[in-house]
Nanobody
Framework: QVQLVESGGGLVQPGGSLRLSCAASSPSRSRFSINSMGWFRQVPGKQRDLVAQITSGGTTNYADSVKGRFTISRDNTKNAVYLQMGSLKPEDTAVYYC?????????WGQGTQVTVSS
């Protein structure tokens, strides 16, 4: 079992920046191995869409809508993934969920709200 805790969401003006963080841990303190980590986002009434993902080796993948504005990174020593978001637009407003793939199962964080508005 893997638990994910996110932080860093909030309200920001258009053109601003935010950094999301997500740390994975095992409540039972059992050892675990994480492959892919990343971020999805969801607005009410719509499906959850991939924003960015990163493998344990550092290979990244981004949604076209965020390329050049968002940067994903991870710290394998801390089992953490980060999303640096820049040049934010109102259409980036959503609940952002981090995920981690471990032993063939996908785990999700609780979600953090990002609102881009003036």
């Amino acid at each position: 079992q893997v638990q994910l805790v996110e932080s860093g969401g909030g309200l920001v003006q258009p053109g601003g920046s935010l950094r999301l963080s997500c740390a994975a841990s095992s409540p039972s303190r059992s050892r675990f191995s994480i492959n892919s980590m990343g971020w999805f986002r969801q607005v009410p009434g719509k499906q959850r869409d991939l924003v960015a993902q990163i493998t344990s080796g550092g290979t990244t993948n981004y949604a076209d809508s965020v390329k050049g504005r968002f940067t994903i990174s991870r710290d394998n020593t801390k089992n953490a993934v980060y999303l640096q978001m820049g040049s934010l637009k109102p259409e980036d407003t959503a609940v952002y969920y981090c995920y981690a793939d471990s032993w063939g199962r996908r785990y999700w964080g609780q979600g953090t709200q990002v609102t881009v508005s003036s």
